[in-house]
């Protein structure tokens, strides 16, 4: 009797406690692949800060195995937890020693759309050969919008078995998030300030354009003027950037580049620059590029513009 109960016992844990297939497709805006994971990873390596970031607002850390391509600091609240985690040792190109990658025996992979390659992780087709489960963020395709951001929590919460996690996540960004759209919600177009997200150049300008920027500068109560780029960051001319006269331009910081008050200092030099309206009023404000990046950090970008477009850093 004992022997048949214990059975039954694990019988109804097993359908209790099964782990549901989740089904999602893989799209790095190269390639696209369905993807089935049929048990949550346990070996997690993820190639770009806000994917670390993102797994450790789920509470995952002890599911990561590897991490790389730190763009700043780690928010504080999971620098603790961050520094156990082995920080993979990055080659030629930003892009981490296949090798190496193979060496570490992970299950899932996920970071920039150039983090996985042939190169650096093995192709999608070897991948799914050695089990490894890819994932790229939907919020770097250029339709994209805090939405997307919520979705991808929710995805990843089903991926790890972590659903409830996830949603107290997005919850919590709503949170932070309503109160700006309440303010900024009813602004006209032509009341709002007109803005340039400014990455980097000199002789061409690699600028925010369509999707998560635009949307993340749209709550904020702003315009962004190159949001007709048919990609997230694409490259510019200087001219249009004259024509379109930004009122406010917003740069981004990380580390493997110049460092952003270099680039303000740069940018103001370039002919017809100093005739913006952003740089006659001295409107130009930074933030770390993880902070336009899909992730948990989104719903505090969209109150930080806020205070650069309205408020107290105005």
């Not at 799209?27 to 800060?49: F, H």
């Not at 963020?137 to 979705?151: C, R």
Request: contains cysteine; charged residues 25%.
């Amino acid at each position: 009797m004992k022997k048949i109960f214990c059975l039954l016992f694990l019988s109804l844990s097993t359908f209790l406690f099964s782990y549901e297939p989740v089904k999602y497709t893989f799209d790095d805006g190269t390639y696209k692949r369905d993807v089935v994971v049929k048990k949550a990873p346990e070996r997690a390596i993820t190639l770009a800060q806000f994917m670390t970031e993102t797994l450790l607002a789920l509470g995952l850390e002890d599911k990561m195995i590897g991490t790389a391509l730190m763009n700043g600091d780690i928010l504080p609240e999971y620098k603790e937890a961050y520094d156990k985690i082995p920080v993979l040792e990055m080659g030629e190109g930003h892009s981490v020693s296949k090798e190496a990658f193979i060496a570490m025996g992970a299950d899932f992979v996920s970071g920039w759309e150039q983090s996985i390659s042939e190169e650096s992780t093995g192709s999608l087709e070897e991948l799914e050969e050695r089990g490894v489960v890819p994932f790229v963020s939907n919020g770097l395709n250029n339709t994209a919008t805090i939405e997307t951001v919520y979705d991808d929590f929710r995805l990843l919460g089903k991926i790890f078995d972590v659903s409830d996690r996830a949603e107290k996540v997005v919850t919590q960004m709503q949170n932070t998030v309503k109160p700006i759209i309440e303010k900024t919600k009813n602004i006209p177009d032509n009341e709002r300030p007109k803005v340039l997200l400014y990455d980097s150049g000199e002789s061409e300008a690699f600028v925010g354009g369509a999707g998560l920027p635009t949307n993340l500068i749209k709550l904020a109560g702003g315009k962004n003027i190159f949001s007709d780029l048919n990609v997230d960051y694409g490259v510019v001319s200087f001219e249009s950037i004259l024509d379109r006269n930004p009122d406010i331009i917003v740069v981004t910081d990380y580390l493997s580049g110049l460092p952003a008050e270099k680039k303000i200092e740069n940018f103001k030099k370039i002919p017809g620059m100093s005739e913006l309206n952003a740089v006659k009023n001295n409107r130009i404000y930074i933030v770390n590029l993880v902070e336009m990046a899909p992730g948990v950090r989104n719903a505090k970008t969209v109150e930080k513009l806020y205070n650069m477009f309205y408020g107290e850093n105005k």
